[in-house]
């Protein structure tokens, strides 16, 4: 398998993220909101049984983000961008929010500004439409967020920031994927 098919299968794995971080929000067994509560408050262990396993999946996810997108074709400031964002959520994994929380707090920050820009201009760079229009809709949620415009709202305000980034990159993976089959089969 060449590197390009490798960081192809590694972005189509990015979905996958979203999945384990609803499991492990499904089973704190506090209030825990996927709107008012953020990503971070479910790696604390007090909050969250599933703690070892949303770090873990920072890291994993964070790793599988960074390296595929050096395997890939995204575009140079695209994929500096998407390492960033990988590089921040792997020590963000490392350092949970209970036990290191000002560090927790600077690793954490790079996500947010580095994934909904690699967004946009991995949308422009698909010429499409729906990424680039994820990537705005990113772009101004985070900037929402990171500003504390609207408190309340600061865990849907995360996962508008993120989650898109993660849903594009699976769609275009297994895009991807699909050519060079066809490719090799035709």
Do not use: C, K
Request: aromatic letters at 6%; glycine letters at 10%.
């Amino acid at each position: 398998m060449n590197a390009s098919r490798v960081g192809a299968l590694l972005r189509a794995t990015q979905p996958l993220y979203v999945v384990v971080e609803l499991l492990v929000a499904a089973f704190v067994p506090g209030p825990y909101s996927l709107v008012r509560s953020t990503i971070s408050e479910l790696g604390v262990a007090a909050v969250s049984p599933g703690h070892a396993v949303i770090n873990g999946a920072f890291v994993l996810f964070g790793a599988t983000l960074a390296l595929g997108a050096v395997l890939s074709r995204l575009g140079r400031t695209a994929t500096v961008l998407w390492v960033i964002a990988g590089l921040s959520s792997i020590a963000t994994g490392l350092a949970p929010l209970d036990t290191a929380p000002v560090t927790h707090l600077v690793v954490s920050a790079p996500v947010f500004l580095a994934q909904p820009v690699a967004l946009l201009l991995t949308g422009l760079a698909a010429r499409s439409r729906v990424a680039a229009g994820l990537g705005v809709l990113s772009t101004v949620a985070s900037a929402i967020f990171l500003l504390g415009v609207v408190p309340e709202a600061g865990g849907l305000l995360e996962r508008l920031a993120l989650w898109p980034g993660y849903l594009v990159l699976g769609v275009l993976g297994v895009r991807t994927l699909a050519r060079a089959s066809a490719v090799r089969a035709g």
